[in-house]
């Protein structure tokens, strides 16, 4: 659910008119629902209810730190792939102690930010990792706690782009791989083993998947335990998808998914973290967007929007589907019509959708993306010199600026011209 509807025949994010925010704000704009961020993360903290656990928000998602700090006060963790986001957690007064860091790539000046300024946990992804991660640690008089991420050889059935948990995927170790590199880590005089860390990709919409994988994580759980290692914490990623058109079935509810953790791994005794972004922040958050003209193609028409791929590159990169509707909702009797809906970038990838049904529409309407809090704002860039599209978030009748729009000079004086020029 979401708290972007219609009422008396206008898009209201919770109780503001959105057409008075773009009035305020202009278009394009990414526009977050306080509400809907709290609902989400309090399904899945109530579908974990049944055991201990801590559910870490994928910052990767959306990382505006009035995000973060709406559910960290809320009592969210912080799932971060980055020293950028460990920083943006913390400036968000996110204890480090609900902060695990993931991420393949992890380098010695992140890792010794992390440990100098507090982490629950890292999720090793590799044996060099791992001994990089142990020198530093020693080197910092510390012991830092680890899971080890492994790969569980699972199709998570989702796009290419996004699965993660495959054998040829550069994510984890393999599980065969598991116990020998669990007996590596235990030597290593760095580390303290906690635990296992699992994660085997974005937008799932079945939980076979899940099960498969979360079978081989209690499986290994026993054969580490009787290894000798201590075996107290479970990371089983996130990954749960949301439908992103409304026509589409609906993917399984996290109190299903939560029943599904119970069933598999709750026997283990072990503490559950999970790790979702886009269930959380997706459906929290809309695209607004303004008609710039109305085009009539060769046996086609054009909707040219304000926004563009570099606002909201899902379309462009995973053929991704958001649902587009006019902010001033159409009358019952509108007849729909095909639009091919584009963006004012000089690139033919710059196509939010083909020949999609639309009520007509003129110059100057607006119109909203939704599904579109994660994987938007985040991934925004600014190609063609497009400023950065603004966040603003609402809180009941209430709205505010989150980022700014960065002006042409602002944009433009980061760079320097050298002195022989």
């Given at each position: 659910m979401d708290h972007f509807l219609y009422r008396d025949g206008r898009l209201m994010a919770e109780d503001v008119d959105v057409a008075e925010i773009a009035a305020s704000v202009g278009?394009?704009?990414?526009?977050?629902?306080?509400?809907?961020?709290?609902?989400?993360?309090q399904l899945f903290d109530e579908a974990l209810s049944w055991g201990p656990h801590l559910v870490c928000y994928a910052m990767k998602a959306a990382s505006n730190q009035a995000?973060?700090?709406?559910?960290?006060?809320?009592?969210?963790?912080?799932?971060?792939?980055?020293?950028?986001?460990y920083a943006r957690a913390k400036a968000a007064g996110v204890p480090g102690d609900r902060i695990v860091f993931s991420g393949v790539g992890?380098?010695?000046?992140?890792?010794?930010?992390?440990?100098?300024?507090?982490?629950?946990q890292f999720n090793v992804e590799s044996e060099p990792e791992m001994r990089v991660l142990s020198q530093?640690?020693?080197?910092?008089?510390?012991?830092?706690?680890?899971?080890?991420?492994?790969?569980p050889d699972v199709d998570a059935k989702t796009h290419a782009k996004i699965a993660t948990g495959k054998s040829e995927n550069k994510f984890g170790i393999p599980i065969a791989k598991a116990r020998a590199v669990y007996a590596e880590a235990a030597r290593l005089r760095g580390l303290k083993v906690i635990g296992i860390d699992v994660h085997i990709g974005s937008q799932l919409t079945q939980l076979e998947p899940?099960?498969?994988?979360?079978?081989?994580?209690?499986?290994?759980?026993?054969?580490?335990?009787?290894?000798?290692?201590?075996?107290s914490r479970l990371d089983l990623g996130g990954g749960l998808g949301i439908p992103y058109a409304r026509s589409n079935e609906a993917p399984p509810l996290p109190t299903d998914y939560g029943a599904l953790v119970q069933r598999t791994v709750g026997h283990l005794g072990c503490e559950i973290e999970i790790e979702p972004g886009r269930l959380i922040a997706g459906n929290a958050g809309i695209l607004v967007s303004r008609v710039i003209y109305v085009k009539e193609g060769e046996g086609r028409k054009f909707l040219i929007l304000d926004g563009a791929m570099n606002d909201l590159i899902r379309p462009a990169m995973y053929d991704a589907h958001h649902e587009i509707v006019p902010v001033v909702e159409a009358a019952a009797a509108a007849e729909l019509s095909p639009y091919d809906i584009v963006g004012p970038v000089c690139e033919s990838g710059d196509t939010f959708a083909k020949g999609r049904l639309m009520p007509p529409l003129s110059?100057?309407?607006?119109?909203?993306?939704?599904?579109?809090?994660?994987?938007?704002?985040?991934?925004?860039?600014?190609?063609?010199?497009?400023?950065?599209?603004?966040?603003?978030?609402?809180?009941?009748?209430?709205?505010?600026?989150?980022?700014?729009?960065?002006?042409?000079?602002?944009?433009?004086?980061?760079?320097?011209?050298?002195?022989?020029?």
């Amino acid at each position: 659910m979401d708290h972007f509807l219609y009422r008396d025949g206008r898009l209201m994010a919770e109780d503001v008119d959105v057409a008075e925010i773009a009035a305020s704000v202009g278009t394009p704009f990414y526009l977050y629902s306080t509400a809907t961020l709290l609902r989400h993360y309090q399904l899945f903290d109530e579908a974990l209810s049944w055991g201990p656990h801590l559910v870490c928000y994928a910052m990767k998602a959306a990382s505006n730190q009035a995000i973060l700090k709406t559910l960290g006060d809320a009592g969210a963790g912080m799932d971060v792939v980055s020293g950028g986001e460990y920083a943006r957690a913390k400036a968000a007064g996110v204890p480090g102690d609900r902060i695990v860091f993931s991420g393949v790539g992890k380098t010695e000046e992140e890792i010794r930010l992390a440990l100098e300024g507090g982490i629950r946990q890292f999720n090793v992804e590799s044996e060099p990792e791992m001994r990089v991660l142990s020198q530093v640690a020693e080197s910092l008089g510390v012991l830092a706690p680890i899971t080890i991420r492994v790969n569980p050889d699972v199709d998570a059935k989702t796009h290419a782009k996004i699965a993660t948990g495959k054998s040829e995927n550069k994510f984890g170790i393999p599980i065969a791989k598991a116990r020998a590199v669990y007996a590596e880590a235990a030597r290593l005089r760095g580390l303290k083993v906690i635990g296992i860390d699992v994660h085997i990709g974005s937008q799932l919409t079945q939980l076979e998947p899940f099960e498969l994988a979360y079978q081989k994580v209690a499986e290994l759980t026993e054969q580490l335990r009787a290894d000798g290692h201590e075996i107290s914490r479970l990371d089983l990623g996130g990954g749960l998808g949301i439908p992103y058109a409304r026509s589409n079935e609906a993917p399984p509810l996290p109190t299903d998914y939560g029943a599904l953790v119970q069933r598999t791994v709750g026997h283990l005794g072990c503490e559950i973290e999970i790790e979702p972004g886009r269930l959380i922040a997706g459906n929290a958050g809309i695209l607004v967007s303004r008609v710039i003209y109305v085009k009539e193609g060769e046996g086609r028409k054009f909707l040219i929007l304000d926004g563009a791929m570099n606002d909201l590159i899902r379309p462009a990169m995973y053929d991704a589907h958001h649902e587009i509707v006019p902010v001033v909702e159409a009358a019952a009797a509108a007849e729909l019509s095909p639009y091919d809906i584009v963006g004012p970038v000089c690139e033919s990838g710059d196509t939010f959708a083909k020949g999609r049904l639309m009520p007509p529409l003129s110059d100057g309407d607006l119109v909203a993306f939704r599904s579109a809090g994660a994987y938007g704002a985040v991934m925004a860039s600014e190609y063609n010199t497009r400023p950065l599209v603004p966040e603003v978030m609402v809180n009941g009748d209430q709205f505010a600026v989150i980022r700014q729009r960065p002006t042409f000079d602002e944009i433009i004086n980061r760079d320097t011209i050298p002195e022989w020029l």
